[in-house]
């Protein structure tokens, strides 16, 4: 059904008074389907068909890829589509827990066999009967009533089963000026919940591979999800087996980290991901783990998960300024790197979430150092001093050298920070719309407390590509061809993608210019035209009416003022401007 047959068919549904609906042609392992539902449709129902469709678990990640490969937001806004052009619905992560199946196997059980005895069985009934007699609901709601049961007795998780814990249907709303700064407890314990429902789930070899690539699309998983593909993070590249690392204390870390990043528009746990997913794709692209050995690996990749811990979304300049807490805790030296750093070790402390709680003194003594110099970098007033460092010593590189890597490390997580611009625009630029919010939030309340305002955060001074023109060429630019000289590879993956944005905010920032200047003519012509019209006036001066050349009708205009209208052509010529 193409585009216009999508409207037309909706057209008769509205003719026909019925409820307007939406048809989406799909593939589910090659075999082809189609989802019809209401314009209205909730978006957990819509996501419920779907997942209805994939015979999917509860808990499964379901990813819907457009005709280009694209992940797509599952949701009630998806574009229409044509049966020539179907979207593919995967099962990017699935429950591939067996313990269930082996269990029924060692007490006799064939489960398979039984769901499909039970089935032709509901068959047949229906088939002969008719209908399905009221003994089968009954049941079937007993079927349903044991299975809560059971999911509701904690001693009986080893069965493999879940239960949602809350039945809250909050979701967390896109409006951050709108949200707690702080997540609240109903909130965070959703998310945990969901996350530990998934922590089991198998993420497909597509998926995995993906996660390794700079062109990693964020805004299409959710929190939960973010989490799971943390964990992955951890778990491919061995730190696991490598540091005796528990997965329920790596669960628990990863949960105390996304509940201190706080509800604001940049500085927030999606960003925390986009880090440490660059950081990943680093890692993997410059093959850096036959260069550096695991605990520096481990400590780059952890850094990136902790660098912005507990921001508050008002940069250094406005702690100082402001003398907050924390400006004054840190005598104005990089206070919100080193907040991040000592929350980021009061989440260590705790032996449940300390993933580093097997590790001997002298490893937990070097990761502790490495992560404080690494977050301690992402301060950009150090920005020209980390950068010069890492070219003074880039010639004679040498991964054998520690102080060498250090500074590798430095680098690493500072273009691993800026990294938005390295990829794909439609992914780029709604976080550059998130800094701008961010930027201005700081700027208003700069104005409103009477402190020196930030002047590339100003809302009246700053335009979208001018913040970003200046920051691509002068900042991002040298600092990624610098590593990209240590690593050739890179070219590809980050600097032609920086290239292209920077000539996207160039033009942009040239057309916001020519339409200034089309605006600027175009009201300076208007000004000059009423220019001349009042000139034209003034020049013509206003109409006089022709008086009665005698003395006397001359002395009784003279004495008693403009004569009153008492004659129709008198009252028409009233109307007109006259001269005494």
Partial sequence: MSSSEQQQHQHQ???QGMTLTKIIYFTINGRPEQA??????????????????????????LKLYNPKGNIINISPQLAPNTRQAPYKLEVVAADCNTQPLELAVALGFDLSSMEKRLQSLEKKILSEAGETPAIVYEMKRQVESF???????????????????S????????????????????ECEHVRDKFLQMSSLEVSEEVRQYLKTPTFDNWQWEDAEIMVLLQVMYMDLDFISTFNIELEVLQQFLYEVYRRYNNIP?????????????????????????????????????????????????????????????????????????????????????????????????????????????VLATDMTRHNEILNKFKSILHTFDFSNKDHRDVLMTILIKVSDISNEARPMDVAEPWLDCLLQ???????????????????????????????????????????????????????????????????????????????????????????????????????????????SSSSSSSSSS?????EPDTPADASSDLKPTTV
């Avoid at 967390?172 to 709108?178: D, I, L, M, T, V």
């Avoid at 004495?559 to 004569?563: C, R, W």
């Fill in 147 to 165: 299975r809560d049961k059971l999911e509701s007795v904690e001693h009986l998780s080893w069965l493999g089963l879940f239960k949602e814990l």
């Fill in 266 to 374: 940049f500085h927030n746990f999606k960003h925390c991901f986009c880090v440490t997913q660059m950081m990943y794709g680093l890692i993997w692209l410059t093959d850096l783990r036959n260069k550096m050995d695991s605990i520096d690996l481990l400590t780059l990749l952890t850094s990136a998960v902790c660098h912005d811990l507990d921001h508050t979304g008002y940069n250094n300049a406005y702690q100082i300024n402001a003398r907050t807490e924390l400006a004054m805790r840190y005598n104005d030296i990089s206070p919100l790197e080193n907040h991040h750093c000592a929350v980021a070790f009061e989440i260590l402390e705790k032996n449940e979430s300390n993933i580093f709680r097997n590790l001997t003194t002298d490893q937990y003594k070097r990761i502790r150092e490495g992560i404080i110099r690494c």
């Fill in 13 to 15: 549904q509205h003719e």
């Fill in 438 to 548: 961010e930027f201005f939030n700081q700027s208003d309340m700069e104005k409103l407390e009477g402190l020196p305002v930030t002047p590339f955060m100003d809302r009246d001074k700053v335009t979208k590509p001018s913040s970003q023109t200046g920051f691509i060429r002068f900042v991002l630019l040298p600092l990624f061809m610098e590593l990209a000289n240590l690593f050739p590879c890179l070219e590809h993956h980050i600097i032609d993608p920086v290239r292209k944005a920077l000539d996207y905010y160039t033009e942009m920032e040239k057309a916001l210019e020519r339409e200034k200047q089309n605006r600027a003519q175009s009201d300076k012509t208007a000004l000059e035209r009423e220019k001349q019209n009042r000139a034209q006036s003034d020049k013509t001066g206003p109409k006089s009416t022709k008086e009665p």
């Fill in 36 to 61: 019809e539902f209401p314009i209205d449709c909730p978006a957990q129902d819509l996501k419920d068909l779907f997942r209805s469709a994939a015979e999917a678990g509860p808990h499964d990640i």
């Fill in 167 to 186: 039945d809250a249907t909050h979701k967390p709303s896109p409006f951050y000026h709108k949200r707690t700064l702080r997540k609240t407890r109903e």
């Fill in 559 to 563: 004495s008693s003022g403009p004569k």
